[in-house]
T-cell receptor, first 116, second 109 residues
Framework: GAGVSQSPSNKVTEKGKDVELRCDPI?????LYWYRQSLGQGLEFLIY????????KSGLPSDRFSAERTGGSVSTLTIQRTQQEDSAVYLC??????????????FGPGTRLTVL | RKEVEQDPGPFNVPEGATVAFNCTYS??????FFWYRQDCRKEPKLLMS???SGNEDGRFTAQLNRASQYISLLIRDSKLSDSATYLC??????????FGTGTRLTVIP
């Protein structure tokens, strides 16, 4: 079946512009995660959605970052007034059950964001 | 102190060699542990979960030492296709996972 998909695969933007990154999780997966991975760094947790529960936003680095998940499926990560330090690969993952991380997370191919 | 720490490597080993990676974690209450594999410019994929009793999957063996708060991954009879970055992953009991920065392995012909 189809895996997690993300779009765009690459995004180049100018400092100060807003960007939207999209994630389509595996159908039926109730948990959805956003991470970012900078060069030479580990994955950094950003936000977690589980069903209709309030999202866990504890990893968002600043108020310029926000995310939503409509209809319990597609998610959009928005970065406002982008800065050069926002340049990274943004990875989305989904998981079939509420797990607290105990179930396997399936990752999308990521969006490579470059802020000039 | 980072939640999860790994030796970044690189580890360069010949085909057929045995190689081991260790990873330490800081939260003693952590509940579950994993090794993920990430190929260059690709997304991470689950390699194996790590159970308290230790577990084996073919050429791969994972072990957990709760007292010393470390996790290990042993790869026997290394193949060229094993070349990748291996990510140590820990669930501290919250919604998210903590990923190490990864250990890079290159298997040389």
């Amino acid at each position: 079946g189809a895996g997690v998909s993300q779009s765009p695969s690459n995004k180049v933007t100018e400092k100060g512009k807003d960007v939207e990154l999209r994630c389509d999780p595996i159908s039926g997966h109730t948990a959805l995660y956003w991470y970012r991975q900078s060069l030479g760094q580990g994955l950094e947790f950003l936000i977690y959605f589980q069903g209709n529960s309030a999202p866990d936003k504890s990893g968002l680095p600043s108020d310029r970052f926000s995310a939503e998940r409509t209809g319990g499926s597609v998610s959009t990560l928005t970065i406002q007034r982008t800065q050069q330090e926002d340049s990274a690969v943004y990875l989305c993952a989904s998981s079939p059950l509420w797990s607290g991380g105990n179930n396997e997370q399936f990752f999308g191919p990521g969006t490579r964001l470059t802020v000039l | 102190r980072k939640e999860v720490e790994q030796d970044p490597g690189p580890f360069n080993v010949p085909e057929g060699a045995t190689v081991a990676f260790n990873c330490t974690y800081s939260n003693s209450a952590s509940q579950s542990f994993f090794w993920y594999r990430q190929d260059c410019r690709k997304e991470p994929k689950l390699l194996m979960s790590v159970y308290s009793s230790g577990n084996e999957d073919g050429r791969f063996t994972a072990q957990l030492n709760r007292a010393s708060q470390y996790i290990s991954l042993l790869i026997r009879d290394s193949k060229l296709s094993d070349s990748a970055t291996y990510l140590c992953v820990v669930n501290p009991g919250a919604n998210n996972l903590f990923f190490g920065t990864g250990t890079r392995l290159t298997v040389i012909p």
